[in-house]
């Protein structure tokens, strides 16, 4: 069965790779980014799949872009079946050095953009007693990083925010709820937390430094054994999102199952845990 999709953060990278997965499938796919100026990597990416995408404007840090663009969607299709929560920054940056503007940025895009578009289509999926929520996390949202400490804290936000709505919200009104965790893409997103960081005064010169760029270093070495491609990880977010009994929770590589195991291995997709909270709470 088609359903109507609606995903964030389509302007590269993964975003890209999910809209045209979930066309290539037979899905109407509703791809927003913040600026449609910068659709032209989607477009080329759609035409060479010979698929069609609805696109949007949708600023997951505006609440006001939020709710226009979702209630343009709901207007218009009478229903969205699934929000790919997709729009999202790295950064990498210790406590000590990082501002408390740039914290609460990454928070606001990372965690409260999550939000936001939660908050906008619930309560439709609520009424129908039908829907699907999957947010793009990462192993940072299960397993905390050197230099990564505030980015890591935005995913597990999301990780918890995942897990809470999923306790109850699921059994109760049918709306599935799925943290998908990748560990390294091969995309943009990596070059632009370090481009954030150059723009943001670059690695300082001081105790961290030999710290970070021994971190720098072992990244680039763990080369194509711990990172995907894009389509590689987009490939899990459509099962996820076609499977009839989706996941709480999904790493995405073998690698991102090892490194996470320590943490996940009792309970490795969420449903365990989801019905003791259940249980101990609501039943």
Same mark, same amino acid.
């Given at each position: 069965?088609?359903?109507?999709?609606?995903?964030?953060?389509?302007?590269?990278?993964? #975003?890209?790779?999910?809209?045209?997965?979930?066309?290539?499938?037979?899905?109407?796919?509703?791809? $927003?980014?913040?600026?449609?100026?910068?659709?032209?990597?989607?477009?080329?990416?759609?035409?060479?799949?010979?698929?069609?995408?609805?696109? %949007?404007?949708?600023?997951?840090?505006? $609440?006001?872009?939020?709710?226009?663009?979702?209630?343009?969607?709901?207007?218009?299709?009478?229903?969205?079946?699934?929000?790919?929560?997709?729009?999202?920054?790295?950064?990498?940056?210790?406590?000590?050095?990082?501002?408390?503007?740039?914290?609460? +940025?990454?928070?606001?895009?990372?965690?409260?953009?999550?939000?936001?578009?939660?908050?906008?289509?619930?309560?439709?999926?609520?009424?129908?007693?039908?829907?699907?929520?999957?947010?793009?996390?990462?192993?940072?949202?299960?397993?905390?990083?050197?230099?990564?400490?505030?980015?890591?804290?935005?995913?597990?936000?999301?990780?918890?925010? $995942?897990?809470?709505?999923?306790?109850?919200?699921?059994? $109760? @009104?049918?709306?599935?709820?799925?943290?998908?965790?990748?560990?390294?893409?091969?995309?943009?997103?990596?070059?632009?937390?370090?481009?954030?960081?150059?723009?943001?005064?670059?690695?300082?010169?001081?105790?961290?430094?030999?710290?970070?760029?021994?971190?720098?270093?072992?990244?680039?070495?763990? #080369?194509?054994?711990?990172?995907?491609?894009?389509?590689?990880?987009?490939?899990?977010?459509?099962?996820?999102?076609?499977?009839?009994?989706?996941?709480?929770?999904?790493?995405?590589?073998? +690698?991102?199952?090892? @490194?996470?195991?320590?943490?996940?291995?009792?309970?490795?997709?969420?449903?365990?845990?989801?019905?003791?909270?259940?249980?101990?709470? %609501?039943?």
């Amino acid at each position: 069965m088609s359903k109507i999709v609606v995903i964030t953060g389509c302007s590269a990278g993964l #975003g890209i790779a999910i809209a045209v997965q979930a066309a290539q499938k037979g899905h109407k796919v509703y791809a $927003t980014m913040r600026n449609i100026s910068k659709r032209a990597a989607l477009d080329e990416a759609a035409a060479a799949a010979q698929v069609t995408l609805e696109v %949007l404007p949708l600023d997951v840090a505006d $609440t006001a872009s939020v709710n226009i663009c979702l209630e343009k969607i709901f207007t218009k299709e009478g229903r969205i079946d699934v929000l790919i929560n997709n729009a999202g920054s790295g950064f990498v940056r210790s406590t000590e050095q990082a501002s408390e503007e740039d914290i609460a +940025w990454i928070m606001n895009v990372n965690f409260m953009g999550v939000v936001r578009t939660t908050k906008a289509v619930i309560g439709h999926m609520r009424e129908a007693r039908s829907g699907h929520i999957i947010n793009i996390s990462s192993v940072g949202g299960l397993v905390g990083q050197p230099f990564n400490e505030v980015y890591c804290a935005s995913k597990f936000a999301v990780e918890g925010y $995942t897990e809470s709505l999923a306790c109850y919200v699921q059994p $109760t @009104f049918g709306i599935n709820f799925t943290s998908v965790e990748p560990g390294g893409i091969r995309s943009e997103f990596a070059n632009a937390a370090l481009a954030h960081v150059q723009a943001s005064g670059g690695m300082l010169q001081d105790e961290y430094l030999p710290i970070i760029q021994k971190y720098i270093g072992g990244a680039q070495a763990r #080369g194509d054994s711990a990172y995907q491609s894009c389509d590689e990880v987009a490939a899990v977010v459509i099962d996820c999102m076609e499977a009839k009994n989706p996941p709480i929770r999904t790493r995405t590589s073998d +690698w991102s199952n090892k @490194f996470c195991e320590l943490k996940t291995a009792a309970d490795p997709d969420g449903l365990l845990l989801q019905k003791q909270v259940y249980d101990t709470f %609501l039943a």
